[in-house]
């Protein structure tokens, strides 16, 4: 059964540093990985979606990496922001007919003015 | 920019009572979700749905729940005689390719 992890569980900085979350899966046939943004009783925003053949994905400020052989991911964060603060979110899509996406738990980010 | 839609956002119900939450996915979207969030836990799969039928469902989703299609655009989940640990935040989404898009979620709170 595919377990994903993420560390740290929470995590605080001031404001304009770079940061790395990371994410793991103990099940490295996976079809794709992607990141997800979740504010405070809110809703899942999709950030990046890295399929398993690519290395990395980036978006703005964002930058994604994936190695599917050691069953990590992390997502690179720069120059952060207040705006930045949200619980991030990583899920894996086995590469199955079991389409689902299994999530981590989270990585709770608080960026300090 | 699409995005899908779910009502209500907030729902209280008493421990027993049937619920149905509404979905309205991506028009163009083929393969359609609900995920569930339990407080301070993590997101956990409950069905997937694809050409009018249930696709794979998890564990959780037993003769309690079902879902349907009744039109065009709406998705929908029914929860039977609630009990208290239904409480959870519900999570529709849906997928044409491989990028999954979720809805604003539904607060079930049960009393």
């Known amino acids: 059964k595919q377990e994903v992890t993420q560390i740290p569980a929470a995590l605080s900085v001031p404001e304009g540093e770079n940061l790395v979350l990371n994410c793991s899966f103990t099940?490295?046939?996976?079809?794709?990985l992607q990141w997800f943004r979740q504010d405070p009783g809110k809703g899942l925003t999709s950030l990046l979606l890295i399929q398993s053949s690519q290395r990395e994905q980036t978006s703005g400020r964002l930058n994604a990496s994936l190695d599917k052989s050691s069953g990590r991911s992390t997502l690179y964060i720069a120059a952060s922001q207040p705006g930045d603060s949200a619980t991030y979110l990583c899920a894996v899509r086995l590469n199955n007919a079991g389409n689902m996406l299994t999530f981590g738990g989270g990585t709770r980010l608080m960026v300090k003015p | 920019e699409p995005e899908v839609t779910q009502t209500p956002s907030h729902q209280v119900t008493q421990m027993g009572q049937e619920v149905i939450l509404r979905c309205v996915p991506i028009?163009?979207?083929?393969?359609f979700y609900w995920y569930r969030q339990i407080l301070g836990q993590k997101v956990e799969f409950l069905v997937s749905?694809?050409?009018?039928?249930?696709?794979?469902k998890s564990e959780i989703f037993d003769d309690q729940f079902s879902v349907e299609r009744p039109d065009g655009s709406n998705f929908t989940l029914k929860i039977r005689s609630t009990k208290l640990e239904d409480s959870a935040m519900y999570f529709c989404?849906?997928?044409?390719?491989?990028?999954?898009?979720f809805g604003q979620g539904t607060r079930l709170t049960v009393v």
């Open positions: 749905f694809y050409n009018n039928e249930i696709s794979e």
């Open positions: 028009s163009n979207h083929l393969y």
């Open positions: 099940d490295s046939a996976i079809y794709n």
């Open positions: 989404a849906s997928r044409y390719g491989t990028e999954a898009f």
